[in-house]
């Protein structure tokens, strides 16, 4: 199974912006499909975001379409989520997963590799 380490996090204003970075070891990254999943304080954890192992696919929580962006770069065995218009509902730690699939991956128990997290907090 790949290995991933989750970065970026950290405290921002509403209305600004973040990127987090996950960045794979330890297997082929670019056969996996990826995701984005973030669980808030007594809530359960939820997809916010994925893609196909090509990137021509992707997926988004209706919570975060049209500011938030998921993307990947194979050379780098990274995955990407460009998050824009920050919502203080938007605090969450934010976990990466890896998935053996060459389809857009909805569902957690799916994905067999996941990260530690990174802490994402919006002030208002």
């Known amino acids: 199974q790949v290995q991933l380490v989750e970065s970026g996090g950290g405290l921002v204003q509403a209305g600004g912006s973040l990127r987090l970075s996950c960045t794979a070891s330890g297997g082929a990254f670019s056969t996996y499909a990826m995701g984005w999943f973030r669980q808030a304080p007594g809530k359960e954890r939820e997809l916010i975001g994925a893609i196909t192992k090509s990137g021509g696919s992707t997926y988004y929580a209706d919570s975060v379409k049209d500011r938030f962006t998921i993307s990947r770069d194979d050379a780098k065995n990274t995955v990407y989520l460009q998050m824009n218009s920050l919502k203080p509902e938007d605090t969450a730690v934010y976990y990466c997963?890896?998935?053996?699939?060459?389809?857009?991956?909805?569902?957690?128990?799916?994905?067999?590799?996941w990260g530690q997290g990174t802490q994402v907090t919006v002030s208002s």
């Open positions: 997963a890896a998935a053996r699939s060459p389809r857009v991956v909805t569902i957690d128990r799916n994905y067999g590799s």
